[in-house]
């Protein structure tokens, strides 16, 4: 999944996850933005491509009912003029950094890219020190205060604004999501910052190489050296190993200390135009070159992170997308235990059914089974999304009776449809609402007794559900049946 596809996504989830009271994006919403979207990317198509389609999707709706939200989640403000202004203003600042004064002389020893050349040597040897203990550090330990300034200006999130008339249920879904991508886009960003320090350097490199010519085109630069503590031979040792580089490139012999020693002191030197070629060539060698070498490796490096984010999709909220997609209208074969379900219990049951599994749903009510029969009625769906055995609270759960009856469908059902239990407590609560202990002690005579069956039932008054929990506790019975 490309960048902003994974971005969608994640803000389709935070709002998802963050509007429990579906003010904002409600049941009906949800299940067509995955009939719409399986519809689009076709049975064939990937995990991805189908949470990638869903999210383009939610997002479009979106900007027609709430355009702030979708301006403000998308917002991506630097990445499309950041890179070539800051190469520009480095390229500039190299150039304009190079002027040696009004006497026009240079100084061997200490010329104006001496220290750049120091810099980026020094920079060099941290590279190699982070990688040598990148497995035992924390992504981003290394970074420097530029570095760590930089990926957090360029995180790729919009900050929130105090007076916003975004509703309430949408700056929660973007706290979420600023939450869920910054962590996620990190390691994008890093590269991304890297890329720009990197390329930043050479450019600043290139504008000093630069500052220097164009100055030379109509001043005379003099060179030669002065120092307390080393002698013409020291000084041929030093510029021997610092200019090598230079001296390869352009085939210019870099004189010895005789020669050295002539161009030493206050005299008038000597022109400066080999000196100048020499300490071009090597910060090209040195600076320009490496450092667009890293850039490249580190431009080529986000691009494939940006082609291929690393979501994670074992979540339960993207398993439970997955399932419905996969399964499309979820069948549910229904079977009530000695209880004729009344009807609006029944659409309880549709209502939470429809949002643990965020699809269009239709329930087969079985016949029911007698107190005590030895058969369960045959399920005739060839594949139903789940098998759902209904008790009332309000009947003396029996090992003998309703527990054989759950071994019973649990020897039927098939190999990948859930068995789940559920007592209805609607009858129950209605009667002894004002007597909680005993509701909890009949509470936990049905946990026991059907958890010895291998099965842990779930309590719902399917009469008045809470929706938001009784289909958050459901669909985790899905996942992790599916598991």
């Known amino acids: 999944m ?18 429990g009271a579906r003010e904002i994006w409600s049941d009906a919403d949800r299940v067509w933005a995955g009939r719409a979207a399986a519809e689009a990317v076709g049975e064939s198509a990937t995990d991805d491509a189908f949470l990638g389609r869903r999210a383009a ?8 009912r709430h355009p ?32 040696i004064g009004p006497a026009h002389r240079i100084n061997l020893l200490a010329p104006p890219v001496l220290a750049l050349l120091a810099w980026n040597i020094a920079v060099y040897a941290a590279l190699i020190a982070s990688v040598l203990v990148a497995r035992r550090a924390e992504p981003g330990a290394w970074d420097g205060p530029l570095r760590r300034t ?26 979420r999501f600023t939450t869920a991508w910054s962590p996620l886009a990190a390691p994008l960003v890093r590269q991304r910052v890297a890329a720009l320090l990197h390329g930043c350097a050479a450019s600043l490199a290139a504008g000093a190489i630069a500052g220097l010519y164009l100055r030379g085109i109509a001043l005379e630069y003099r060179a030669g050296w002065q120092s307390t503590f080393l002698d013409a031979g020291d000084v041929a040792r030093v510029l021997h190993v610092v200019l090598a580089p230079g001296a390869w490139l352009t085939g210019i012999a870099i004189p010895g200390a005789d020669h050295l020693q002539t161009i030493s002191g206050d005299g008038a030197g000597e022109n400066a135009a080999q000196w100048i070629h020499l300490y071009a060539a090597t910060i090209l060698l040195l600076v320009i070159v490496p450092r667009l070498a890293l850039a490249a490796v580190a431009w080529i490096a986000q691009r494939r992170r940006a082609d291929a984010m690393p979501l994670s999709l074992r979540d ?3 398993q439970g ?35 643990a599994l965020q699809s269009t749903v239709e329930i087969d009510w079985l016949p029911v089974t007698a107190y005590g029969a030895d058969d369960v009625p045959r399920i005739e769906s060839p594949a139903p999304t789940a098998i759902i055995a209904v008790f009332n609270l309000g009947a003396t759960p029996e090992p003998e009776a309703h527990g054989e009856f759950v071994r019973a469908l649990a020897a039927l059902k098939g190999a990948h449809a859930p068995l789940i239990a559920l007592v209805d407590t609607s009858e129950f609560v209605a009667r002894f609402g004002d007597q909680p202990r005993r509701i909890a002690e009949r509470t936990d005579s049905w946990q ?22 009784d289909g958050a506790a459901l669909a985790l019975r899905f996942t992790h049946s599916t598991a």
């Open 316 to 318: 339960p909220y993207f």
């Open 150 to 175: 930089l990926v957090a200006w360029m995180r790729d999130v919009a900050t929130a604004p105090r007076q916003s008339t975004v509703p309430a249920p949408l700056m929660a879904a973007f706290a």
């Open 448 to 469: 026991r007794a059907l958890a010895a069956a291998g099965c842990e039932p779930l309590f719902i008054q399917l009469a008045r559900p809470d929706v938001a929990r």
């Open 57 to 64: 999707l939610v997002i479009e709706r979106l900007r027609k």
């Open 321 to 355: 997308l997955l399932r419905s997609w996969r399964q499309g209208t979820a069948r549910i074969a229904a079977l009530a235990y000695s209880y004729a379900i009344p009807k609006v219990n029944a659409e309880g049951l549709a209502q939470v059914l429809t949002r």
């Open 68 to 99: 702030g939200f979708v301006a403000l989640a998308r917002a991506r403000p630097l990445q499309a003029w950041v890179a070539p202004a800051a190469a520009i203003g480095a390229f500039v600042i190299g150039v304009a950094g190079v002027d």
């Open 2 to 19: 490309d960048e902003p596809a994974a971005r969608d996504v994640i803000i389709v989830r935070a709002l998802e996850s963050a509007d």
